[in-house]
């Protein structure tokens, strides 16, 4: 792929976002945000069989007293991750975020186990219940991001040119219809993680593993990575994080992501 389809891709990415939710730029006021990240190990922190995007994003795109928690849970679905109380904790730390004046934000990024036969978790309610999670933040005063999940890294040759086994594509639709029905801002880190890891290959792509035979859980500097094109995706859905500074990307690592060239940070 040539850099500059990746870099239109994720301007068209960021636009078509940005429309769908047709808010206006609101004012975070004096109050930083802080982000409390809903999910499976896709976004939890790196540990012996888990590790996503959630402390990359955390450790190096926020500033000015942006901060926030790592809420994500390996091998848990949109029923197990409410069945176990972890959401319960997210909607208490919404609640306490108002009380310490910051901004509640909460990204909530479902798929990878709701996906898995055993679940037994039809679409519908993998929709509905992202549904319930959107109407949940907002009750409790938080804003709502919905996040399509993120790609593993498996590759297919049948075309003879490599490219990333798109297995997530029916949770990814449902994210985006769950945002939808809700008039929830979304980003779609699925399609953006994709086009990357198809820009830059499986050998460069295999270097972001936990383990060398892991293609779904990252490691720290993955972790960076991916963490960095969350935050470029949220700067682009809601401007108001980024003309206030509070999210910010590594130009070097901005730029590498825009035009689909490999990063280790
Ligand atoms: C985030 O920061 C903590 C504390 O410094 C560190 O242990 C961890 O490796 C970092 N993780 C990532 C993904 O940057
Ligand atoms: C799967 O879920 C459906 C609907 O809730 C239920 O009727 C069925 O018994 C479940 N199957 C298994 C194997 O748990
Ligand atoms: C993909 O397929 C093409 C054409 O069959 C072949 O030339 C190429 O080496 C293959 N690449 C990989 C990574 O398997």
Same mark, same amino acid.
């Given at each position: 792929?040539?850099?500059?389809?990746?870099?239109?891709?994720?301007?068209?990415?960021? $636009?078509? @976002?940005?429309?769908?939710?047709?808010?206006?730029?609101? /004012? &975070? !006021?004096?109050?930083?945000?802080?982000?409390? =990240? #809903?999910?499976?190990?896709?976004?939890?922190?790196?540990?012996?069989?888990?590790?996503?995007?959630?402390?990359?994003?955390?450790?190096?795109?926020?500033?000015?007293?942006?901060?926030?928690?790592?809420?994500?849970?390996?091998?848990?679905?949109?029923?197990?991750?409410?069945?176990?109380?972890?959401?319960?904790?997210?909607?208490?730390?919404?609640?306490?975020?108002?009380?310490?004046?910051?901004?509640?934000?909460?990204?909530?990024?479902?798929?990878?186990?709701?996906?898995?036969?055993?679940?037994?978790?039809?679409?519908?309610?993998?929709?509905?219940?992202?549904?319930?999670?959107?109407?949940?933040?907002?009750?409790?005063?938080?804003?709502?991001? $919905?996040? @399509?999940?993120?790609?593993?890294?498996?590759?297919?040759? /049948? &075309? !003879?040119?490599?490219?990333?086994?798109?297995? =997530? #594509?029916?949770?990814?639709?449902?994210?985006?219809?769950?945002?939808?029905?809700?008039?929830?801002?979304?980003?779609?880190?699925?399609?953006?993680?994709?086009?990357?890891?198809?820009?830059?290959?499986?050998?460069?792509?295999?270097?972001?593993?936990?383990?060398?035979?892991?293609?779904?859980?990252?490691?720290?500097?993955?972790?960076?990575?991916?963490?960095?094109?969350?935050?470029?995706?949220?700067?682009?859905?809601?401007?108001?994080?980024?003309?206030?500074?509070?999210?910010?990307?590594?130009?070097?690592?901005?730029?590498?992501?825009?035009?689909?060239?490999?990063?280790?940070?």
């Amino acid at each position: 792929m040539k850099p500059t389809t990746v870099c239109s891709f994720l301007l068209a990415l960021v $636009l078509a @976002t940005t429309s769908t939710i047709a808010q206006p730029t609101k /004012s &975070t !006021g004096s109050n930083p945000p802080l982000f409390l =990240l #809903a999910g499976d190990s896709t976004t939890a922190t790196q540990s012996s069989n888990g590790g996503g995007w959630g402390d990359g994003f955390l450790n190096t795109t926020l500033h000015h007293g942006a901060s926030g928690i790592n809420y994500g849970v390996n091998g848990r679905t949109t029923v197990s991750y409410r069945a176990g109380g972890y959401w319960a904790t997210v909607l208490a730390s919404v609640a306490a975020s108002l009380e310490t004046s910051t901004t509640p934000y909460v990204t909530i990024q479902f798929g990878h186990n709701d996906q898995k036969a055993s679940a037994n978790i039809s679409i519908v309610e993998y929709t509905t219940n992202l549904e319930q999670f959107v109407a949940d933040v907002r009750t409790a005063g938080g804003t709502p991001i $919905l996040v @399509t999940p993120l790609s593993r890294r498996g590759y297919e040759n /049948s &075309t !003879g040119t490599p490219k990333v086994v798109e297995d =997530l #594509a029916d949770q990814r639709a449902a994210t985006i219809a769950a945002a939808e029905a809700t008039g929830s801002t979304w980003i779609d880190l699925n399609e953006a993680s994709t086009q990357y890891l198809n820009a830059i290959g499986e050998a460069d792509a295999w270097t972001y593993n936990l383990n060398p035979t892991d293609e779904t859980h990252l490691n720290v500097e993955g972790s960076v990575v991916f963490g960095g094109l969350v935050a470029l995706l949220i700067e682009g859905a809601l401007s108001e994080l980024k003309a206030e500074g509070y999210v910010r990307v590594k130009k070097e690592l901005e730029k590498a992501l825009e035009e689909g060239k490999y990063y280790w940070p």
